[in-house]
């Protein structure tokens, strides 16, 4: 049972490179999330999708583009890498909306460094 | 807006010992879910306890449970019977009927033998 696996788990860019976290999950969850951390903060939510096809904006969506197309993967691509993204993403999935009680489930997050 | 505050940026407890971590919280919600995540040093997040805000009653999960005060917007966690295992960063998180999830910046927890 693989959960909720990100692909890469370190990358580094180079300031305008474009790249696509990868997260997958193979518990058939609707919702997913990813968010971002920093040092000194908690995690920030970026976008989020609540099934198939529908996804919106979180707290810090500028930069990053999402979509989901099947209920297993929600990639995050980057247009336009600036030293500013450089964080830990975690992406996370839920059967239900957590805010109703849906358990998150997090991947192992990726490091990502823009230079 | 949802906002959750953690004002103890690291804690240190002995081994065997209690030790509670701080949370305070604030929504217009009157719907809404509250957690605390563990993350060690291997970066893996860990749902540790979660309340729902319309119960009273606070949530236990062995070693861990809760001091939920609604009205004070307050969700601190007690930790007893403390383990070298226990030690790593502490996320208090916010959650209404939604999928926003917000989190406070954390609590370092250090268990000393």
């Known amino acids: 049972n693989a959960g909720v696996t990100q692909t890469p788990k370190f990358q580094v860019l180079k300031t305008g490179q474009s790249m696509t976290l990868q997260c997958a999950q193979d518990m058939n969850h609707e919702y997913m999330s990813w968010y971002r951390q920093d040092p000194g903060m908690g995690l920030r939510l970026i976008h989020y999708?609540?099934?198939?096809?529908?996804?919106d904006q979180g707290e810090v969506p500028n930069g990053y583009n999402v979509s989901r197309s099947t209920t297993e993967d929600f990639p995050l691509r980057l247009l336009s890498a600036a030293p500013s993204q450089t964080s830990v993403y975690f992406c996370?999935?839920?059967?239900?909306?957590?805010?109703?009680?849906?358990?998150?489930?997090f991947g192992q997050g990726t490091r990502l460094t823009v230079v | 807006a949802q906002t959750v505050t953690q004002s103890q940026p690291e804690m240190s407890v002995q081994e065997a010992e209690t030790v509670t971590l701080s949370c305070t919280y604030d929504?217009?919600?009157?719907?809404?879910?509250l957690f605390w995540y563990k993350q060690p040093p291997s970066r893996q997040m860990i749902l540790v306890i979660r309340q729902e805000a319309y119960k009273q009653q606070n949530a236990t999960e062995n070693r861990f449970s809760v001091n939920f005060q609604k009205a004070a917007k307050s969700f601190s966690l007690k930790i007893s019977d403390s383990q070298l295992g226990d030690a790593a960063m502490y996320f208090c998180a916010l959650s209404p009927t939604n999928n926003d999830m917000r989190f406070g910046a954390g609590t370092r927890l250090t268990v000393k033998p």
């Open positions: 996370a999935s839920s059967y239900s909306e957590i805010g109703v009680g849906g358990k998150a489930f």
């Open positions: 999708s609540v099934g198939a096809g529908i996804t």
């Open positions: 929504t217009s919600e009157s719907d809404y879910y």
